[in-house]
């Protein structure tokens, strides 16, 4: 938890906590699905993918012909984790901007193919992505009394 100098949670100009580093990277961890945000044709694209972890870096396997592959090469992304709760109002957002990077060396490769990540889209997924976190922030809706 992130904390002011008084020990209570730090919190943004609306009220909801500002979680650290290592606690995004333990929500973005457990997480089962993410969205990442892409340039196709110039335009914002978005699109829900399962995903793991390698150390910091978020790792995504797709098809190589797919516009994710494409799109996602040496360039900059955001992907998004999140949670919520709606009876108790309750939730929390993650996000990560960082450079995606088509994961083209064997030795890495064959590292990636033993990672516990099988694309939940049919057909087959022999592309894999991996995104450095260069700017992790994240936010906590607080529960309310």
Known sequence: MNVDGRGAAATDTAGLEVLTREECLRLLAEAPIGRIVFTDQALPAVQPVNFTMLGTDIVVRTSPESKLAQATRDTVVAFEVDDYDVATR????????????????????????????????PGPRSHFIRIMTDIVTGRRIPRRP
């Open 90 to 121: 309750t939730g929390w957002s993650v996000m990560v901007v960082g450079i995606g990077h088509a994961v083209d060396d064997p030795e890495e490769r064959a590292v990636l193919e033993a990672l516990p990540l099988r694309s939940w889209a």
